[in-house]
Every structure is written in structure tokens, then in C-alpha cells.
């Protein structure tokens, strides 16, 4: 039988209502309790297009619930179940962890198809599904398949030999796997509050006065900045003023730049051009969208990713430990701009002139960053990494227990270049020495951070650092964060640290990847405290 003969059959016999022994028997299934997983299989292909691997496997393979299978035909097809229908069928299904040993004897050919959503990026949601978690409650959370295909990528197969164990499973590591009793009361609370579409806004706007546990954090994550009347650490304020009138002056620029950016990562910027009532318009523009009638709001409300415009509380709600106290809009401004009609009408102008007017600084600060690294001007811009541009509203309600929660907690950012508009509120702190420093609002300045892809590009050089904000009794906070990337949502392109960097007393230090798998990779890890550039690392 060919390849294409053999998925032909595969998918009949998937599809097939049970009974049809003689394609059974023609693909191997030889006991009764086969047919059983088989027929189960069967309905969660036709509902979900659950992910299943066929592989050809050695005869003494087992399958799960099964008699084991004894063949000498090599043209016998097995089933496997993989992860996905693990976590969606809620452990009922084991996804079997195989290897391939090396052979004095070879070559070994092998073929294995696996079924899935396909590469399409979608928004659709799996978790267990409903009806198998009545007496059984949900052991993990939802995700989409380009997410969980992301973090296995990311992960790789990284089976530790002479671990002395068993690797650990991807579902474990990721899946937020628990054996909590409370999970499945965790998880509709969740689904609830998602449900409202009205964020910690509607929370706020409902009079609670003591927040909902789900927003709890761990005392360190939200612990005073140490530098409380410490003036030893202020992050660097760089004055771009007539900075191309004088050559003297644009090298010093240069330096200052270069100097934050291997240091802190981050420095603010003040006469960078943008007019103060653009800023002000902006930050306006996203406090009206955040206050619009709720009932309105709402039709902006979504969790794909990819949409122009997206609003929503929590990106990470079905994943994270602890929720945070905010809620943000995410638009895509470049490289291919938006239909109008896209955008909501309270801020779709003002987002469009400013997206215009953060792509030219960008052009300018990528200039500096690459010109401190001794490289021609244009070289990060060719390089493409002001390609796209990604904003980010954020809206951060007055809180009434700011002590057990966090705006946004201990990231980095997973981009190349991060230009940031906050208000007067303050909260904004940068991790420093192992020390959490206060980013002071600076009336005018705009905050410029290093991003995880330029750190990995520049091989270290340029240090994107950690941050987070704090929730506060006074609200609401606006702050407006641009991101630099490529934009281009399945870019095949490989960004690496950068041949003229390096030399042989300084060798890659990280692995070559493209924007989109990072992106993935990162939103699928979560604001987790961790950096996603360790899973890059050689
Ligand atoms: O709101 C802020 O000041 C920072 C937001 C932030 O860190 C982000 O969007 O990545
Ligand atoms: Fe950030």
C-alpha cells in the first residue's frame, strides 16, 4: 500500500461508524479493546480534529488500553495518541512518550503523519473537554494548537540522557497540570470573569472592595522598590535635542545610548519631536476607549491574537498563577496598516498619527543602537527590525488592595524595541542589580526599553531587563507600550546574533529563530517571571 493509499483508508476508517471489523482488521486492530479507543477516536476526530499520530511502530508496541499488538507485517499501522488528545480527552487517552534506537543495520525509513488543526494560526481554544470532566475535574488548561506546537518546538525533545528518570512530558511542564481539588472551581472563575468581557474595569465599576483571590500574588512579586530614597539609581534621561546639528553631539548620544542599553536596558527620552498633545491625545484616546459604554466595549473583546484590534483583560488568564489588575487593547499598526473601519472611533486617529510619529523615532533610535555597536546606521533597520509596529493600551483601574496584586508582573519583552508612554501615576519599576528601581514619570519623556530579540541579536550586548508595574490605590493609569518587531505574523525569516558581533573568543551564544516562533513561545510561556531567551540559549 502507498502513503496515500494508507491515509485514504486511515481517514475512512477514522471517520467509519463502529462495525466495520474489515477495515479494522485491514489496519492491524486485532482486539476488541483497540476498536474501543479507535471508536472513541473516532468521535473526537469528527468533533475536534483531535491531533493524532500514525506511526509504524516496532510489533511489540502498546497501546494504551490495549492488548499488545503482535505483527511481523511491516505495512501494520499503529495508533497513537499525542498530547493534545491527552489533555483534551483529560488523561482518558495517554499520549505514549517512543524513541528510535540507532541500528548497526540501516537504513530505517519511517513516515509519521500527524493530524492536527493544520498551520493555519488559529484562536480556537482545547482544554478537556466538557463532557469527559463531569466526575472528572479538568486537569488542564485551555490553549490553542499554535501555542502548545510553539512551546514543544521551543522546548524541543529534551529527554536529559543519564537523567537517571523519565524526561518530564510536555503536558506536564506546560500544561499547568495539577493535582489541586480546587482546579476546576479555579478555572470557571476564570471563565466567568472572562465571560463578563468587561475586565477589572467592570470589577471596579461593580464597587468591590476586596479583589477576588484569583488576583492574588506571591508577596515578593509585589514588594516596595528598594531605591525608596536611594538616588544612587535613576535610569539615564537623554536629551535628542538638535541632535543632528552637531556631530559632536550625536556621538555622545550614541555613547549614552550604548552605555543604558548594555546596563539597565532602559533610558528615557526627552525633544524626541513627538508634540506633547499628541501624547496627551494619546493616552486620552485609550482612556476613552477604556471608559466607552461597556455594552460597546464588548464587541472588541476577543483572544485571537492576530486580529487588527483586540481588546481583553489577562492574555494569559487560562495559564497564569495569579491574575493582574489590568486591561489592554493590542492593535497592529505596521507594516500593514489597518482598514479605519478596524479601529474603534475614540482613539482610531490618534492611533494612526502615532503610530507615524513612534515610527520615525524608531528609525532614529535604531540609527543609535546600531552606530553603538559599531555598525553602519542603517544596519538594524535593513535588518528589518522596525519593520512592525504593535501597541498596546494598557488601562490599570484604581485599585483597593494594591498590596496583594500587580499590574503587570516581572517580564521582559519579546520584541526588538519597546518605546513607552505612561502617565503621571508612577508604578512602572525596572529590575536593576537585583534591586526593583522606580521609572519615574518624566513629563514629556517617552521610556525606551531593549526587547528579548535585540538581546539575542546583539549576543548580549544589549541587555533587555526585566520589569513590571505596581497596582496602585489611585487609578486609573494609562501607559501606551509600542513594540518594534517584524510584524509580519508568519515571517519565515531567521533572526541570530549578528556576524559581525561575533569572533571566536565570542561565539553565538544564541540559537537562530524567527519573530513569529519566538512571539508564540513567549505568549504561551506567560508573564512568568522567566525569560523566554534561556529557551534560545545554545
Ligand atoms: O504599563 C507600563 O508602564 C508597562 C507595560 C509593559 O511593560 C508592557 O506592555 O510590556
Ligand atoms: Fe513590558
Same mark, same amino acid.
Given at each position: 500500500?502507498? $502513503? ?10 477514522? %471517520? *467509519? ?113 466538557? !463532557? ?8 488542564? %488548561? ?31 511542564? &506546560? ?19 472572562? !465571560? ?26 509585589? !514588594? ?28 555622545? @548620544? ?32 485609550? &482612556?476613552?476607549?477604556?471608559? $466607552? ?8 473583546? =476577543? ?47 490618534? @492611533?494612526?498619527?502615532?503610530? !507615524?510619529?513612534? $515610527? ?47 499590574? =503587570?508582573?516581572? *517580564? ?60 496602585? *490605590? ?39 529563530? =524567527? ?24
Amino acid at each position: 500500500m502507498n $502513503m496515500v493509499s494508507i491515509l485514504k483508508k486511515t481517514l475512512q476508517w477514522l %471517520r *467509519h461508524v463502529p462495525g466495520d471489523t474489515e477495515a479494522m482488521t485491514e489496519f492491524g486492530c486485532k482486539s476488541s479493546s483497540c476498536y474501543q479507543v479507535v471508536f472513541d477516536l473516532v468521535l473526537y476526530v469528527v468533533i475536534i480534529e483531535s491531533y493524532i499520530i500514525l506511526i509504524y511502530v516496532s510489533p511489540n508496541y502498546k497501546c494504551a488500553n490495549c492488548k499488545p499488538f503482535l505483527s511481523t507485517n511491516p505495512y501494520d499501522l499503529y495508533l497513537d495518541v499525542y498530547s493534545s488528545s491527552q489533555l483534551i480527552t483529560n488523561d482518558r487517552f495517554k499520549s505514549v512518550e517512543h524513541q528510535v534506537l540507532a541500528n548497526y543495520v540501516g537504513p530505517r525509513i519511517s513516515v509519521a503523519c500527524f493530524f492536527s488543526t493544520g498551520a493555519r494560526a488559529s484562536s480556537n481554544l482545547y482544554g478537556p473537554i466538557k !463532557e469527559l470532566s463531569k466526575d472528572n475535574p479538568p486537569k488542564y %488548561r485551555e490553549t490553542t494548537v499554535a501555542d502548545y506546537v510553539a512551546y514543544f518546538k521551543a522546548k524541543g525533545l529534551d529527554v536529559r540522557l543519564n537523567s537517571g528518570g523519565s524526561p518530564p512530558n510536555v503536558l506536564e511542564l &506546560k500544561m499547568g497540570r495539577t493535582s489541586e481539588p480546587n482546579v476546576d472551581s479555579k478555572l470557571s472563575e476564570r471563565r466567568a470573569f472572562d !465571560e463578563t468581557k468587561a475586565g477589572v474595569k467592570g470589577l471596579v465599576d461593580a464597587g468591590v472592595n476586596k479583589i477576588p483571590t484569583l488576583f492574588h500574588h506571591q508577596h515578593d512579586k509585589f !514588594e516596595k522598590a528598594s531605591n525608596l530614597g536611594n538616588t544612587c539609581h535613576v535610569i539615564p534621561v537623554i536629551d535628542l535635542a538638535d541632535i543632528d546639528k552637531d556631530p559632536g553631539k550625536r556621538q555622545g @548620544l550614541v555613547d549614552i545610548v550604548k552605555k543604558a542599553s548594555e546596563t539597565w536596558g532602559f533610558f528615557q527620552v526627552v525633544n524626541h519631536d513627538i508634540p506633547v498633545s499628541v501624547l496627551e491625545e494619546m493616552k486620552n484616546g485609550v &482612556k476613552r476607549f477604556h471608559e $466607552m459604554d461597556t455594552e460597546a466595549k464588548k464587541e472588541f473583546y =476577543t483572544r485571537d491574537r492576530l486580529i487588527s484590534f483586540a481588546y481583553n483583560s489577562n492574555f494569559d488568564l487560562y495559564s497564569s498563577p495569579a491574575l493582574n489588575w489590568r486591561d489592554t487593547f493590542k492593535c497592529y499598526l505596521y507594516p500593514h496598516s489597518p482598514k479605519p473601519d478596524e479601529f474603534p472611533q475614540v482613539c482610531r486617529d490618534i @492611533l494612526l498619527q502615532y503610530g !507615524e510619529h513612534i $515610527m520615525k523615532l524608531g528609525t532614529l533610535l535604531f540609527e543609535l543602537l546600531s552606530e553603538g555597536l559599531g555598525l553602519s546606521p542603517n544596519h538594524l533597520k535593513d535588518m528589518g527590525c522596525a519593520e512592525g509596529l504593535v501597541t498596546l493600551g494598557h488601562y490599570y483601574p484604581a485599585c483597593p488592595e494594591p498590596q496583594l496584586t500587580v499590574g =503587570t508582573p516581572k *517580564h521582559s519583552d519579546n520584541d526588538f524595541l519597546t518605546v513607552l508612554l505612561q502617565d503621571h501615576i508612577g508604578g512602572l519599576q525596572v529590575l536593576y542589580q537585583d534591586k526593583w528601581i522606580d521609572i519615574p514619570p518624566v513629563p514629556g519623556a517617552l521610556v525606551v526599553n531593549i526587547g528579548d530579540l535585540l538581546q539575542l541579536i546583539t549576543n548580549d550586548i544589549y541587555k533587555s531587563g526585566q520589569h513590571r508595574v505596581l497596582a496602585n *490605590h489611585v487609578g486609573p493609569r494609562i501607559s501606551v507600550a509600542c513594540f518594534f518587531g517584524t510584524g509580519a505574523k508568519t515571517s519565515s525569516k531567521l533572526f541570530g546574533p549578528i556576524k559581525e558581533l561575533l569572533s571566536e573568543e565570542n561565539p553565538p551564544i544564541y540559537r537562530e529563530t =524567527t519573530v513569529s516562533d519566538f512571539d508564540a513561545f513567549f505568549v504561551a510561556k506567560g508573564l512568568d517571571g522567566t525569560s523566554a531567551l534561556t529557551h534560545y540559549r545554545i
